[in-house]
C-alpha cells in the first residue's frame, strides 16, 4: 500500500528480483503525499544538525542516509531511459549551504556541525565566498558572509522519478492500482489480503504498509477485529509542508541547490532548479492533526517574501507553476518505523520524515530483504513496535525548543518591543515549554516539532500524553500537579 | 439540574480552579466566565483538558477538542456531558 517513494522503490526492487506477483495499491495523483512535494534534495551533510551525531541512535539513522546517497548513481543510471519527462532526473549535481543572519544562532551551530560532520567522514567539501554562487542575489540585508559548497549533494526531479518507477514497473508487467485502501483484512493472526474503497479484495500473502502519513492510521484496520493482539504503536503526525515550483522570469538562475542549513522546526530555506526555466522553493513545515493539502497563507507569504530576501531578489517576478503540498510522516521519537507488525505478513515501512525519498532505494533493498525472509541490512532498532528512542533529557528538550522558536522568531521578522531583550523572548519560551511538560505529566523528552505541536493541539497532546503515559517504562506518569498559575495572555 | 449534572458541575469547577489557580487570586467563578479572558492559555487549556478527562473518566470526542469548549464553566461541563451520553449510546 502506498505508491510514494518507498512504495514505488520497494516494488520495483521486488520486480527486479522476480520475487512473484507484486501490485502497488494507490491514487494515481499522490495528492497530498509526501513523494510528489518533495524537493528530492540528495542530501546528508547539508541536513546536519547538532542532533544527528550526538546520539547513537541518531548516527545510525544519519548513517542510513550517507549509504542511501551512495546508491543514487545508480538509480538515476536506471531510470534515466524510462523517465517520460524530456528532462535529465537529475536537477542538480551539487550545494551550496549560506549561512546568513537572518535566523538566531540555530543556523551558526547547525552549520558548525555541518563542518565537523564532512570532516569527521572526510567528504568534499569546501568554503566559498557566497558571491560566487550562481545565482545567488539576496536583499543585501539578508545576505550571507559565509557559504559551503558540497560538490556530490545535488537534487532530483521527485516527479519525474516517480513518473519513471511508474513506467518501470508497469512496463514490467506489474499491477498498479488507482485506489485506496480502506482495511487489512487478516484471518486471525495473518494478513489475507487489503480491501479497497470501492469494495474489491486484493488477497496477498504479504502485505506492506508503506502509506507515509496514512501508514498508522492504515495498519490500525489490521487490528480492528484482533482481539489477541492490541496495535499500540507509537503516534505519529502529518508533517504538513508547502513549496512552489515557479519559472524564472529574469535574472541569473541558480544551477545548485542553495540553501540554509535546517532551522526553525523545519527543512530550511531552500531553492533547487527544476529544468526548463523553473525552479523549486521550499519548504514549510507544520505537524497538523489531520492530512490534508490545504495551503495556509502564512506558508505562502513566509516561502515567497524569505526565497526574496534571502536568495533571489529576483523570485519576485518569478511565474508561480505549481503549488505543492505534502504530508511528511513524522514518529513520536522521529526515527523512521521499519519491521514486522504482530500480524503475520504484515510490514510497516514509513516514519521516514524528511529523507524518506532520499532514503527510499536503500530501505527498497532491506525490505525487499525482509520480505524474502533473508537478514536486513540496516538496523533493527527501527522495528515498529519499539518505544520510543530516547536521545535527549526533558532539559535538552527544553533548551531545543527555545533555539527553534527564536529562529523562528527573527525569521519571520517578528517584532518585541524595544525594550525586550533575546533573553527575556527566551525566557518565555523557556516558560511555556516547561509549563507543556508540567501539563503532560510526561518524562520522556520530546523533539522542539513536537512540543511545539502538542501546545498548539489538544488532540495531538492527549494523543502523545496518552501513549506516552501507557508506557510507564519510558514516560513514568507523574500526578498532575495542578499549581500553574494564570499565565499571561492567550497564545 | 440532576444530581449528576451538579456532581459533574462541581468536578469540573474544582479542575478549572485548580488548573487556573482562581483561589489564589480569590475569584468566584460564574458559569458563563471567559475562562479566556481569565489567562488561560492554550498551554493551562490543556492541562484541563487531560485532568478533566482523568478527572470524569470521559473521553470528549475530537469535534469537541477546541477553543470553544473551553470557554466557560458551563460549555465543558455541557461538553462533558454529551460525551458522556455518546459514550452510553
Request: hydrophobic share 40%; net charge negative; charged share 20%.
Amino acid at each position: 500500500m502506498g505508491n510514494g517513494a518507498l512504495g514505488m522503490f520497494l516494488a520495483e526492487e521486488l520486480i527486479e528480483r522476480q520475487v512473484g506477483t507484486v501490485v502497488v495499491v494507490g491514487p494515481r495523483a499522490r495528492e497530498a503525499g509526501a513523494s510528489q512535494a518533495a524537493g528530492a534534495m540528495l542530501g546528508c551533510f547539508g541536513e546536519v544538525t547538532t542532533e544527528s551525531l550526538r546520539t547513537d541512535a541518531s548516527r545510525i539513522r544519519f548513517e542510513l542516509g550517507i549509504a542511501a546517497h551512495d546508491r543514487w548513481a545508480g538509480v538515476l543510471e536506471r531510470l534515466e531511459k524510462d523517465s517520460p519527462t524530456g528532462r535529465p532526473l537529475q536537477v542538480a549535481t551539487e550545494s551550496h549551504v549560506i549561512l546568513n543572519s537572518i535566523g538566531a544562532d540555530l543556523d551558526d551551530v547547525n552549520f558548525a556541525a555541518m563542518i565537523d560532520a564532512l570532516k569527521e567522514y572526510e567528504k568534499p567539501w569546501s568554503e566559498i565566498d557566497p558571491n560566487d554562487i550562481p545565482g545567488y542575489k539576496p536583499r543585501l540585508e539578508s545576505r550571507a558572509l559565509r557559504a559551503v559548497h558540497l560538490p556530490t549533494e545535488g537534487a532530483v526531479d521527485a516527479r519525474g522519478v516517480l513518473a519513471a518507477l511508474d513506467v518501470r514497473v508497469r512496463a514490467a508487467g506489474m499491477t498498479m492500482v488507482d485506489q485506496t485502501v480502506r482495511r487489512i483484512v487478516s484471518s486471525g493472526d495473518v494478513v489475507s489480503g487489503v480491501e479497497l474503497d470501492d469494495g474489491h479484495l486484493i488477497e496477498a500473502g504479504k502485505v506492506v504498509v508503506a502509506a507515509g502519513a496514512w501508514s498508522e492510521s492504515l495498519a490500525r484496520t489490521a487490528f480492528d477485529d484482533n482481539a489477541e493482539n492490541e496495535f499500540d504503536m507509537m503516534p505519529t503526525i502529518p508533517g504538513l509542508g508547502f513549496a512552489m515550483v515557479a519559472k524564472r522570469t529574469g535574472g541569473e538562475p541558480f544551477t545548485s541547490v542553495v540553501r540554509t542549513p535546517n532551522r526553525g522546526f523545519a527543512c530550511g530555506l531552500h531553492v533547487v532548479p527544476a529544468g526548463d526555466g523553473r525552479e523549486y522553493y521550499g519548504a514549510t513545515n507544520r505537524l497538523v492533526d489531520q492530512i490534508s493539502g490545504v495551503t495556509w497563507m502564512a506558508d505562502v507569504r513566509f516561502l515567497a517574501q524569505y526565497s526574496m530576501q534571502q536568495l533571489d531578489e529576483r523570485v519576485a517576478g518569478h511565474e508561480v507553476e505549481q503549488w505543492l503540498a505534502g504530508n511528511r510522516p513524522v514518529t513520536l521519537d522521529g526515527f523512521p518505523l521499519i519491521g514486522w507488525l504482530p500480524v503475520s505478513g504484515l510490514y510497516l515501512m514509513t516514519g521516514t520524515y524528511r529523507d524518506g525519498f532520499h532514503c527510499a532505494p536503500l530501505l527498497a533493498e532491506h525490505v525487499a530483504d525482509e520480505l524474502q525472509g533473508k537478514p536486513g541490512i540496516i538496523d533493527p532498532m527501527f522495528a515498529p513496535m519499539r518505544k520510543p528512542i530516547v536521545t535527549r533529557s526533558i532539559e535538552w528538550s527544553i533548551d531545543e525548543y527555545v533555539k527553534h522558536n527564536l529562529a523562528a522568531w527573527f525569521e519571520t521578522g517578528a517584532q518585541a518591543a524595544p525594550q525586550m531583550t533575546t533573553a527575556q523572548i527566551s525566557d518565555y519560551y523557556r516558560n511555556m515549554a516547561v509549563q507543556t511538560y508540567d501539563k503532560l505529566g510526561i518524562d520522556y523528552a520530546l523533539g522542539p516539532d513536537i512540543l511545539w505541536y502538542v501546545q498548539g493541539s489538544l488532540l495531538g497532546a492527549r494523543r502523545i500524553a496518552r501513549y506516552l503515559r501507557r508506557h510507564r517504562g519510558l514516560s513514568a506518569p507523574q500526578a498532575q500537579p495542578v499549581s500553574a498559575g494564570i499565565e499571561g495572555g492567550r497564545r | 439540574m440532576t444530581t449528576s449534572q451538579t456532581a459533574i458541575e462541581d468536578a469540573v469547577r474544582k479542575v478549572i480552579e485548580q488548573q487556573l489557580n482562581l483561589a489564589v487570586h480569590g475569584h468566584d467563578l460564574g458559569p458563563e466566565d471567559c475562562l479566556w479572558d481569565m489567562g488561560m492559555t492554550s498551554v493551562t487549556c490543556l492541562g484541563l483538558m487531560l485532568n478533566l478527562e482523568d478527572t470524569l473518566d470521559v473521553e470528549l470526542p475530537e469535534s469537541l477538542l477546541k477553543e470553544s469548549t473551553f470557554r466557560s464553566l458551563s460549555s465543558i461541563v455541557a461538553a462533558v456531558e454529551s460525551a458522556r451520553v455518546s459514550a452510553r449510546n
